[in-house]
């Protein structure tokens, strides 16, 4: 072969290469954007099934929390598999997932009775009563009152067949109905209690009415019909007191009624109304308020009835020796303070913290000579102010100084 022909298939075969070469790095080229592309889209739906997860976590997240009720879900073992913050707020905050019920719960008869549960594997719902416990109460140590609503969870919704079911466990606290109702009963207790004592002596001065000898006695038949008419007016007393507190009680509050008024006026129809009894038993009323008049808002028939009902106690607890009776208002930055306090035989400290509650009487004795009162009447005074955003608290050394303090903020201008 001359060299001219062997330079030129050197020739063809370097452009051959090059062509082979160039061929094959465009099929790489185009395999590689290929998979790059791939692998961009790959990218893309996983960042997007990440996002959904998330969003669909944080979803979760927030339907449960949104519950007030404490809600786990164990697995068959009573391990905690998940728990909402209302249940953490119950267990002290700590991270509960992974807990046994045992653990978690810081009150052996809860724990006892979720374990019971989930051991039946069978819906139910119990009420548990708690006595003296701090277990989801703030502060205090007081009873509470709880539901514990379990329920296996279905198997093929949540989990594989093959794995063992899980148990959802609902703790529902219900310390406040628990309490509404026990106070409901205790007022029909107490109230039919209150009203069966003037009816029974009613109906058996009414049988001695009945009886000829009696009729023929006039000075007698006075006498029981007086006795008839006192008890009766007891009755009367004690449904009128009823029928405010029920009214004050039912959310008609939000219906008193809001008009302008000057306490001081009230405080001297209080006082006037009351003039028969303070001069009867030579009582000292004395009076101290700011040197203006006090304007409030509010209703004045109640703040007349809770005024009325204060300084009527002072003076009926207080019969046997003149009673020194001093009401005072005065008005700091828009708080006003109005104190009525007496010299009078007191209120035991053990007796104090219950005297707001209704029917409650230091005497408790129905005697003819007993001081005439329903045990209702400090009852209403309290709702009263509250209903006015007000809160009044009462404080005694017993033949030295008994004062009811009445504090509510008051939004109407004083004028001197
Ligand atoms: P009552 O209808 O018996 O007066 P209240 O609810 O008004 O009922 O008062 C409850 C109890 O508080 C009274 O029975 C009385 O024992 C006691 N109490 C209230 N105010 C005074 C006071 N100023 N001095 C002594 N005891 C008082």
């Not at 786990?72 to 953490?88: D, F, L, R, Y």
């Not at 989930?118 to 009563?129: G, H, R, S, V």
């Not at 000898?213 to 009823?242: G, N, W």
């Not at 007000?390 to 008051?410: C, E, L, M, R």
């Amino acid at each position: 072969m001359n060299p001219q022909a062997i330079t030129i298939t050197l020739l063809m075969i370097t452009a051959g290469s090059l062509i082979c070469s160039i061929i094959l790095w465009r099929m790489l080229t185009a395999q590689n954007n290929k998979a790059q592309a791939a692998y961009a889209t790959h990218r893309k739906e996983h960042k997007t099934i990440l996002s959904k997860s998330k969003a669909e976590r944080r979803d979760l997240k927030l339907v449960l929390n949104a519950f007030d009720d404490a809600l786990i879900i164990t697995n068959a073992s009573g391990i905690i598999q998940v728990a909402n913050e209302a249940t953490k707020i119950l267990c002290e905050g700590r991270e509960l997932r992974g807990k046994s019920i045992t653990s978690a719960f810081l009150n052996d008869e809860i724990c006892k009775h979720i374990a019971e549960a989930i051991l039946n594997n069978e819906a139910q719902k119990q009420n548990i009563l708690l006595t003296e416990t701090n277990f989801g109460q703030k502060n205090a140590v007081e009873d509470s009152a709880w539901i514990i609503d379990y329920a296996p969870l279905p198997v093929s919704d949540i989990t594989e067949n093959t794995e063992p079911p899980l148990h959802r466990v609902i703790l529902r606290n219900v310390t406040t109905e628990h309490r509404t109702d026990q106070i409901k009963r205790e007022f029909v207790a107490n109230a039919s209690h209150e009203l069966r004592t003037p009816l029974a002596i009613i109906s058996g001065y009414l049988e001695n009415l009945i009886d000829d000898d009696v009729v023929d006695s006039p000075a007698t038949a006075r006498r029981l019909l007086a006795t008839m008419r006192k008890h009766s007016e007891r009755i009367a007393l004690l449904i009128e007191e009823m029928l405010i507190i029920s009214k004050l009680e039912s959310g008609e509050s939000a219906q008193l009624a809001s008009e302008p008024f000057l306490l001081n006026n009230t405080i001297t129809t209080v006082i006037e109304r009351l003039s028969p009894v303070i001069q009867n038993q030579h009582a000292i009323i004395t009076t101290g308020f700011d040197p203006k008049l006090i304007h409030l808002t509010g209703d004045a028939f109640y703040w007349e009835q809770a005024l009325f009902n204060i300084i009527e106690n002072a003076l009926k607890q207080n019969t046997k020796s003149p009673v020194h009776i001093s009401i005072s208002a005065r008005e700091l930055n828009g708080q006003l303070t109005i104190e009525v306090s007496d010299n009078g035989k007191g209120i035991p400290s053990a007796h104090l913290p219950y005297i707001f509650n209704r029917f409650y009487r230091v005497q408790k004795h129905h005697s003819q000579n007993e001081v005439k009162g329903t045990g209702l009447g400090l009852s209403i005074v309290k709702h009263a102010i509250e209903a006015h955003g007000g809160t009044i608290t009462a404080t005694s050394k017993p033949g030295i100084n008994t004062t009811f303090t009445i504090n509510v903020t008051n939004s109407s201008p004083s004028l001197n």
